[in-house]
């Protein structure tokens, strides 16, 4: 039988498939409202591995904004059950495998989106949690040269920018203005159009104590929303990719038959919204990026957040205020 270390930050803890314990640690919610809704439940019975799944340790996780609007209840009419394990991204170790499981094993440390589909029927036992079960499909190995806390923060916010790059078409030579580039998607579509598919000109916005980040993480441009409007100034772009929730003013700077990819808010045509499909073929497809440095993880400097502070970190997310990710780590 294996033995595994469940997180390199936390003391070694040693867990095999006949070492998991019946309950587990997590944070839950019984009914929808704002961050005081969240308990930290002791008891939790450990999710159930389906046939094409495998059961993670988790190491680390990372919020998103989603997490915050489903808690709020924005997506009551297609979500799972209360009560509700929340949380979709993270890293950790493979510690059990259903039958049909083809590519990974016991000690495997992955890194995942664990729900298919964010708004239709998510799970119920998420990634706050000390194990969370996901399909195969959903998960990648974790590159090597970044930690659990840096790989927790990539999935969903990655997932994202690649697939909104992809519908916009978007290839090498292509100009591209990323509006909220220092936020969890916009720091990763900046780092994804230059390094990964040759952008001739990146431009991104963020307030005055962001713009160096913009700068380090390759953007040609970095505007101050705080002093200039991007729709007063002169330039056109390929592809606007709306990361805040400006669409009206976004498809103003875009080029004829270019395209706005919207994430949030009111969608102006030519504009279009889409809702991110979790893929771990995507982030195995990115890994070589990760591996070399080319593509980096931006973690929030304000966390990594304990697991006992998951409140926190979800009020420091809610300011909308966050630079990459906010991480939880170790869980
Ligand atoms: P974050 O919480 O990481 O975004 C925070 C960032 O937004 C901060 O860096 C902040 O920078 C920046 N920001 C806020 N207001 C502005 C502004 N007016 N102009 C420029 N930057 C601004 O969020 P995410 O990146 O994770 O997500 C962004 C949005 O996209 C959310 O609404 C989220 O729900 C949605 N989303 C939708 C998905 C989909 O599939 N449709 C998938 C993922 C996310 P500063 O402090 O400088 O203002």
Same mark, same amino acid.
């Given at each position: 039988?294996?033995?595994?270390?469940?997180?390199?930050?936390?003391?070694?803890?040693?867990?095999?498939?006949?070492?998991?314990?019946?309950?587990?640690?997590?944070?839950?919610?019984?009914?929808?409202?704002?961050?005081?809704?969240?308990?930290?439940?002791? *008891?939790?019975?450990?999710?159930?591995?389906?046939?094409?799944?495998?059961?993670? &340790?988790?190491? *680390?996780?990372?919020?998103?904004?989603?997490?915050?609007?489903?808690?709020?209840?924005?997506?009551?009419?297609?979500?799972?059950?209360?009560?509700?394990?929340?949380?979709?991204?993270?890293?950790?170790?493979?510690?059990?495998?259903?039958?049909?499981?083809?590519?990974?094993?016991?000690?495997?440390?992955?890194?995942?989106?664990?729900?298919?589909?964010?708004?239709?029927?998510? !799970?119920?036992?998420?990634?706050?949690?000390?194990?969370?079960?996901?399909?195969?499909?959903?998960?990648?190995?974790?590159?090597?040269?970044?930690?659990?806390?840096?790989?927790?923060?990539?999935?969903?916010?990655?997932?994202?920018?690649?697939?909104?790059?992809?519908?916009?078409?978007?290839?090498?030579? !292509?100009?591209?203005?990323?509006?909220?580039?220092?936020?969890?998607?916009?720091?990763?579509?900046?780092?994804?159009?230059?390094?990964?598919?040759?952008?001739?000109?990146?431009?991104?916005?963020?307030?005055?104590?962001?713009?160096?980040?913009?700068?380090?993480?390759?953007?040609?441009?970095?505007?101050?929303?705080? &002093?200039?409007?991007?729709?007063?100034?002169?330039?056109?772009?390929?592809?606007?990719?709306?990361?805040?929730?400006?669409?009206?003013? *976004?498809? &103003?700077?875009?080029?004829?038959?270019?395209?706005?990819? $919207?994430?949030?808010?009111? $969608?102006?045509?030519?504009?279009?919204?889409?809702?991110?499909?979790?893929?771990?073929?995507?982030? *195995?497809?990115?890994?070589?990026?990760?591996?070399?440095?080319?593509?980096?993880?931006?973690?929030?400097?304000?966390?990594?957040?304990?697991?006992?502070?998951?409140?926190?970190?979800?009020?420091?997310?809610?300011?909308?205020?966050?630079?990459? &990710? $906010? $991480?939880?780590?170790?869980?």
């Amino acid at each position: 039988r294996s033995v595994v270390t469940a997180a390199s930050s936390s003391p070694a803890v040693a867990v095999t498939a006949t070492d998991v314990p019946g309950t587990m640690k997590a944070w839950a919610y019984e009914e929808y409202g704002d961050a005081s809704v969240l308990k930290l439940d002791e *008891a939790v019975s450990v999710p159930a591995v389906g046939e094409d799944q495998v059961l993670v &340790k988790v190491a *680390a996780a990372a919020l998103n904004p989603v997490d915050s609007k489903r808690r709020m209840g924005k997506f009551k009419a297609t979500d799972s059950p209360l009560p509700t394990v929340p949380g979709y991204d993270m890293a950790g170790v493979v510690v059990k495998v259903g039958s049909q499981v083809k590519n990974l094993k016991e000690g495997d440390e992955v890194y995942g989106h664990i729900s298919e589909k964010v708004l239709e029927g998510p !799970k119920q036992f998420g990634s706050l949690a000390e194990y969370t079960a996901v399909e195969e499909k959903l998960v990648a190995l974790k590159p090597k040269s970044i930690d659990f806390a840096q790989a927790a923060g990539l999935p969903l916010a990655i997932e994202t920018a690649h697939e909104g790059l992809e519908r916009a078409g978007f290839s090498a030579g !292509k100009s591209i203005l990323v509006l909220g580039g220092a936020g969890g998607v916009g720091s990763l579509v900046i780092q994804l159009a230059k390094q990964v598919y040759g952008a001739s000109k990146v431009a991104a916005t963020a307030s005055t104590p962001k713009l160096e980040l913009l700068k380090s993480l390759g953007a040609d441009v970095a505007i101050d929303y705080t &002093k200039d409007s991007f729709d007063d100034m002169p330039d056109k772009y390929d592809v606007v990719f709306d990361a805040v929730g400006q669409g009206e003013k *976004a498809v &103003k700077v875009v080029k004829e038959g270019g395209s706005v990819v $919207v994430l949030t808010g009111a $969608v102006t045509p030519p504009g279009f919204r889409f809702v991110v499909t979790s893929d771990g073929s995507v982030l *195995a497809k990115l890994n070589p990026y990760l591996e070399s440095g080319k593509v980096k993880p931006v973690v929030d400097p304000k966390g990594p957040f304990p697991f006992s502070q998951v409140v926190e970190a979800f009020s420091y997310l809610e300011t909308g205020r966050a630079a990459g &990710k $906010v $991480v939880i780590s170790p869980v």
